[in-house]
Antibody, heavy 119, light 110 residues
């Protein structure tokens, strides 16, 4: 059974750093792209970027380039997104998803990680 | 890279059919047959409903269908049911080798 399990909710202060994770199981982790999606409170879905764990090829959506770093550790089948200095506007639910079709088909999703940034 | 344009809300009575549009440009929706649709119930992760414009994943009801004409893709829900009440998002591959979601549509079953 394909599963993506994300790390737990985080409460951080502005300026702090953070790394959240997404662990894949039940499939060949290195053979499928993983995408990260942001959903701000009461708002829509936004693609942040994607990574191919097999060779760490990473592509960022223009709005997120330079704002976050997406990475993966294929030895433990885990993808990450990290912030070096959080802002209140980073408060959101973050989802990871497996791109099963190779063309943006997010066929399996993680349960989401809620990040709250508040002083 | 702007979000694809969807109507904010669409409503229908049980048993009726509704259609949600998703308008982009020739650099995304119009340029590729890589449009997907997702359903999201409150507090839940999105669920894939349609991929590659008109294909349904295993397990998704055949009441859901997709199509595309030019720069606009569409999701049709026929035989509307109470459980279809949710937010729906389209997504497309783009010429920047990334992806973009639509603005989202809230479907209400009257």
């Amino acid at each position: 059974e394909v599963q993506l399990v994300q790390s737990g909710a985080e409460v951080k202060k502005p300026g702090e750093s953070l790394k959240i994770s997404c662990k894949g199981s039940g499939y060949s982790f290195t053979s499928y792209w993983i995408g990260w999606v942001r959903q701000m409170p009461g708002k829509g879905l936004e693609w942040m970027g994607i990574i191919y764990p097999g060779n760490s090829d990473t592509r960022y959506s223009p709005s997120f380039q330079g704002q976050v770093t997406i990475s993966a550790d294929k030895s433990i089948s885990t993808a990450y997104v990290q912030w070096s200095s959080l802002k209140a506007s980073d408060t959101a639910m973050y989802y990871c998803a497996r791109l099963g079709g190779g063309n943006g088909v997010a066929d399996y999703w993680g349960q989401g990680t809620l990040v709250t940034v508040s002083s | 890279q702007s979000a694809l344009t969807q109507p904010a809300s669409v409503s229908g009575s049980p048993g009726q059919s509704i259609t949600i549009s998703c308008t982009g440009t020739s650099s995304d929706v119009g340029g590729y047959n890589y449009v997907s649709w997702y359903q999201q119930h409150p507090g839940k992760a999105p669920k894939l409903m349609i991929y590659d414009v008109s294909n349904r994943p295993s397990g998704v009801s055949n009441r859901f269908s997709g199509s595309k004409s030019g720069n606009t893709a569409s999701l049709t829900i026929s035989g509307l049911q109470a459980e279809d009440e949710a937010d729906y998002y389209c997504s497309s591959y783009t010429s920047s080798t990334t992806y973009v979601f639509g603005s989202g549509t809230k479907v209400t079953v009257l």
